[in-house]
């Protein structure tokens, strides 16, 4: 993958805050420093799914939090690492909180992203980045719901490679945790990162 350090560098403060907090200001810092070796090597030797892809950040994002775990030689507990997501996440939660999902427009703006990609993902894109994302509607519960699939996961793959597929699940309940910051809620029925064929997205807003 094209590498960028946006995502490391927006949570860093948050997960080395966590890591002191737990193991001392020293560690942490020595842990965060070697993490943004890790986190270009990782980044690097990820698959290539396309420097354009609508999709990648989402790859890019959960590195970030692999990386130092990895950086750690595997002794930061996945626990801790769940901490270090969810703390990430609420430090930007005003970003995910203009967003409302019981409207309208909140679930538009929601789903816009996962259209984006599947007109981007055309098949041609598939052939040419054939382990990028797949994603499709069916199986859709109410007509106009904001609903999608994902049937192929590069990050779950590139995880079961690194030998940390034990982070998968705590990627997977930061969905609920975003959404929940946008006012909604993610119904789902499983997970491919707890060995169910699809990570389903079937979201409404808190208030319905």
């Given at each position: 993958?094209?590498?960028?350090?946006?995502?490391?560098?927006?949570?860093?403060?948050?997960?080395?805050?966590?890591?002191?907090?737990?193991?001392?200001?020293?560690?942490?810092?020595?842990?965060?420093?070697?993490?943004?070796?890790?986190?270009?090597?990782?980044?690097?030797?990820?698959?290539?799914?396309?420097?354009?892809?609508?999709?990648?950040?989402?790859?890019?994002?959960?590195?970030?939090?692999?990386?130092?775990?990895?950086?750690?030689?595997?002794?930061?507990?996945?626990?801790?690492?769940?901490?270090?997501?969810?703390?990430?996440?609420?430090?930007?939660?005003?970003?995910?909180?203009?967003?409302?999902?019981?409207?309208?427009?909140?679930?538009?703006?929601?789903?816009?992203?996962?259209?984006?990609?599947?007109?981007?993902?055309?098949?041609?894109?598939?052939?040419?980045?054939?382990?990028?994302?797949?994603?499709?509607?069916?199986?859709?519960?109410?007509?106009?719901?904001?609903?999608y699939r994902i049937t192929r996961c590069p990050i779950c793959a590139y995880a079961e490679k690194l030998?940390?597929?034990?982070?998968?699940?705590?990627?997977?309940?930061?969905?609920?945790?975003?959404?929940?910051?946008?006012?909604?809620?993610?119904?789902?029925?499983?997970?491919?990162?707890?060995?169910?064929?699809?990570?389903?997205?079937?979201?409404?807003?808190?208030?319905?």
């Open positions: 993958m094209k590498y960028n350090d946006f995502y490391f560098w927006m949570f860093k403060s948050p997960m080395k805050k966590v890591l002191a907090e737990k193991y001392g200001r020293e560690y942490a810092a020595d842990i965060m420093k070697k993490s943004k070796k890790v986190y270009r090597e990782l980044v690097g030797k990820a698959a290539d799914i396309g420097d354009d892809n609508p999709m990648a950040y989402n790859e890019l994002f959960a590195l970030a939090f692999v990386a130092p775990y990895i950086a750690s030689g595997k002794k930061i507990p996945p626990e801790t690492v769940q901490e270090m997501m969810r703390r990430s996440l609420y430090h930007i939660k005003w970003y995910f909180a203009k967003t409302d999902l019981n409207t309208d427009k909140g679930k538009a703006e929601n789903k816009k992203s996962i259209v984006k990609y599947v007109k981007w993902y055309t098949p041609e894109k598939e052939k040419q980045y054939p382990t990028s994302f797949k994603v499709d509607f069916e199986g859709q519960p109410h007509e106009g719901a904001c609903y030998g940390v597929s034990e982070l998968m699940p705590l990627f997977c309940e930061l969905d609920e945790v975003m959404i929940t910051l946008q006012h909604g809620v993610l119904h789902r029925k499983q997970a491919l990162a707890n060995g169910g064929e699809f990570c389903d997205y079937y979201i409404t807003g808190n208030r319905e």
